[in-house]
């Protein structure tokens, strides 16, 4: 069951008497355009060194934020620390290729990374596997809300699945199906693999192809020849594939026809209902040798302790850390990641200080998280939501952002992942009292709901925002907005050219930003309210509220 908000009337009741209201306009009031400045221009210094995991830049940036924190009056979180050890492990995985072999003695190799981009998420030094059945299990999705269950009596136990990316709604652009071409979580590739596993396949590879992806082969190519971070112990309290990886389209389609089928008639038979996978009639062997080194960042919160309701809670999150000094461009090797992620960190600070210049403390605790590692696949979030400071079932909401751009006022109150949850209802409601209205991810095919760190709390089950303004500058309409956006995302996203510009950014627009979620926040601050899911959430079933 679904847990309504409370009616505005019953809130506003809550909110009381106008000496609050005025109270709280002034904390919105406070929020200024200056200290967000203050705050970017500090963390997007060259002093920061592109704020790495594990580097001096780690040591200055998370010092830097404790010191923040404490100025605007919030508490360590973590047993008297602003900081959260996050032991992580680095694995590199040396893989030379992948044989398939069938009954006949037909043999095909598949040299990787070219032709197959293979690891092995196991904290071990070598893995091997022999002789593996193949079975392909159409779009590898188990989803009871949409009535679809590919894995429905296959047997993968100890076996290799082969699965196709993304979800049947985007090949059939049927809206009735899944989302339609708006992607789900289940055509995620983490979604994947950890399905696959669930269902105790020993092996799981995803057929690449570029729509489905929303990226080219080279990016899993790249990624699976890279050290790649973990949460030190990962597979101990989730299952794993010993080996996971990627066929790019023309190897997939060799695969397949060495089983006389077709990665496109394959697909096709997926996109149906009722659709059944099936054995394919041909083994893989892979052996791969992993490189590990343990290592501990931190996460840094801090808590402003409710006064009614002191262990329910509301978290902010930004993360904190980027790509440190590596390759050098145009003479500039330090990724200072201004937009990614200091702007977003000065948002959240931003709407905590407006808490702390309440007056009077929130019913419930309000924490400001900064985890680490969210460029290496929200690790520091998701450690954090395994070993939260305040139960997940206790936690009403998660506020995120990331990538914010400056570049001043807007119309729009951008929601990324839009029809999830209930805070999309309070957003809109609280954006209009601003002059604002709310618009959904004009590209959701991306799923970039699934891609920051919000993400992590919506995996526990509690709902998640990620919203800022975006799409129409209140100055120079859309058109113009969108050509910002694309500047960024084509010339400094990921670069050493995401620099902070004294005097050229105009930070009105996040300071609402900062306004809105203090607001929203705010609404969520009193007990008994517990924003729920949308029916057609597929967190909907992970809510540990819903059967309240
Ligand atoms: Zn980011």
């Not at 981009?117 to 392909?136: C, K, N, Q, W, Y």
């Not at 066929?247 to 038979?269: N, Q």
């Not at 939260?388 to 990324?416: F, H, Q, S, W, Y």
């Not at 709902?463 to 010339?491: F, H, M, V």
Request: hydrophobic share 35%.
């Amino acid at each position: 069951m679904t847990r309504a908000i409370l009616p505005l009337s019953v809130l506003m009741l809550l909110i009381g008497c106008s000496t609050d209201r005025s109270r709280i306009e002034r904390a919105v009031r406070s929020i200024s355009v200056r200290s967000i400045e203050r705050y970017v221009a500090e963390l997007a210094s060259d002093r920061f060194m592109g704020r790495k995991p594990f580097t001096e830049g780690e040591e200055i940036t998370i010092s830097y934020l404790a010191d923040q924190l404490r100025k605007i009056k919030f508490g360590p979180a973590f047993d008297g620390s602003y900081f959260q050890k996050v032991p992580m492990a680095e694995i590199t995985s040396h893989v030379d290729e992948i044989l398939f072999s069938k009954p006949s003695g037909t043999t095909l190799r598949f040299r990787t990374p070219d032709e197959a981009a293979v690891i092995s998420p196991l904290e071990s030094g070598h893995i091997t596997a022999v002789d593996l059945p193949l079975v392909f299990a159409g779009f590898g999705i188990n989803a009871p809300e949409y009535g679809w269950n590919d894995y429905s009596g296959l047997d993968v136990r100890g076996k290799m699945v082969i699965v196709l990316v993304n979800d049947p709604g985007l090949y059939t652009g049927d809206s009735a199906l899944f989302r339609g071409r708006e992607m789900t979580y289940y055509g995620r590739w983490t979604y994947k693999y950890e399905e696959a596993a669930r269902q105790g396949a020993a092996a799981v590879l995803i057929i690449h192809d570029t729509e489905g992806a929303g990226y080219e082969y080279n990016i899993p190519r790249k990624s699976s020849i890279s050290p790649r971070l973990y949460i030190q112990g990962h597979g101990q309290n989730n299952p794993l594939c010993d080996f996971t990886g990627w066929l790019p389209g023309d190897s997939a389609d060799r695969l397949l026809k060495a089983c006389s089928l077709s990665t496109d008639s394959l697909r096709a038979e997926a996109c149906k209902q009722g659709f059944r996978g099936f054995p394919l009639n041909i083994n893989a062997s892979v052996s791969c040798r992993n490189e590990i080194r343990y290592d501990e960042s931190s996460n840094v919160a801090g808590i402003l302790k409710g006064s009614r309701n002191p262990d329910e809670c509301i978290v902010f999150t930004a993360h904190w850390d980027h790509f440190g000094i590596g390759e050098s461009e145009n003479g500039d090797s330090i990724y200072n990641g201004a937009v990614d992620n200091a702007t977003a960190m000065a948002w959240a600070l931003a709407a905590g200080k407006a808490f702390s210049s309440l007056g009077k403390r929130p019913e419930r605790s309000i924490v400001l998280l900064f985890p680490t590692a969210e460029e290496a696949g929200l690790l520091g979030s998701l450690y954090y939501t395994e070993h939260p400071v305040i139960a997940m079932e206790n936690t009403a909401a998660c506020l995120n952002n990331d990538l914010m751009l400056p570049i001043g006022r807007m119309k729009d109150v951008m929601i990324t992942g839009y029809g999830q949850s209930e805070l999309d209802d309070i957003a809109s409601r609280l954006a209009e009292k601003q002059g604002r209205y709310v618009a959904g991810d004009p590209n959701p095919h991306t799923g970039m709901y699934f891609r920051s760190d919000h993400f992590a709390f919506a995996k526990k089950g509690v709902p998640s925002l990620y919203a800022r303004g975006s799409i129409e500058s209140l100055k120079y309409g859309k058109e113009w907005a969108a050509e910002q956006e694309e500047d960024y995302i084509r010339n400094r996203y990921h670069r050493p050219s995401d620099n902070y510009e004294a005097g050229k950014w105009d930070f009105g627009g996040i300071a609402e930003d900062a306004g809105l979620a203090f607001s929203i926040a705010f609404e969520l601050s009193f007990a008994g309210v517990w924003p729920g899911w949308k029916e057609s959430s597929e967190f909907r079933n992970l809510s540990p509220r819903r059967n309240r």
